[in-house]
């Protein structure tokens, strides 16, 4: 048997949280065009025939300008530390620049196999493929090197094997039927945020966090869950862009996360949702905390 932790990484908008869901089967993992999209660890596990898989996504890693950035990066780089293979992911339609450097550099210190999964290959060229490539392995050495589509789902496969080959022996970390360690509170947040994220742009996806202020599980044979969430932004004239006219994009939000949170939870959702005001919450530690992110 085969098992153990595979930590993906990779800078922000990679397709690294595409990949876990792809990876899983399922959808844990909130995603968004916008980078920076997750900002907690998120485990997955993957049995498969001779082993067990288990996959943790990571907030991509940048240059952190806020302490919830540095919380995230922290997040990411101690996931790194606790990883048996490490999975790389690159977007291979954008030229490799200063930020895949910057990962590669955090990389330097890993001793576990590094595989790298040149990722959206639905948009490049082939030819194209192999500068790239070649690029990547005069930084270091790979143990691997895969192309895929984490999106379409090409090369998974192939990246899938190459993971379970380099895994070390050993016995399943979790229980058979184990899909995540994320709670139905978290998961009702990040599915709420990742509403927020499709509607807003600017500066508003990177200003934005939801707290859930009050989650009741259903209660008798009522298969009802009532959340009670806040949106919070960081000044008051992003307020009225994330309520919109009349209320409606918030009111859209939340249709369309109670569709979403519907199917996960697998029950009817009443879902009441503010938003609220709270100045540079992205710098509040005390908040930071109730959110659930590590400190470093
Ligand atoms: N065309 C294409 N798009 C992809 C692929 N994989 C991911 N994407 C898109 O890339 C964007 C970012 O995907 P995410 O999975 O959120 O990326 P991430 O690496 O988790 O990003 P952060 O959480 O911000 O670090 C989304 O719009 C995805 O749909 C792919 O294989 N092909
Ligand atoms: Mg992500």
Redesign the pocket.
Known sequence: MKAGYVTLV??????????LNRLIGEKI??????????RHRILGVKPVTGGQMVFL?T??IHKPMHRMNQRMVDAALDTLRDADVVVL?V?A?SPPGAGDRFVLERLETVSRPVILAL?????VKKPALLPLIESYTKARPFHAVVP?????GDGVDALEKEVLAALPEGEPLFPEDYLTDQSQRALAAETIREKVLHHTRDELPFTTAVVIDRFEEPSGDQKLFRIHASILVETASQKPIVVGKGGEMVKRVGTEARYDLEKQLGGRVFLDLHVKVRGDWRDDDRLLDEMGMRRG
Do not use: E
């Open positions: 990779g800078r922000p908008n990679a397709g690294k949280s595409t990949l993992a909130i995603v968004s065009d916008k980078p920076q999209t997750t996504d907030p991509g992911v977007d339609a990722n959206k290959i639905d948009l895929i589509s984490a999106v379409a």
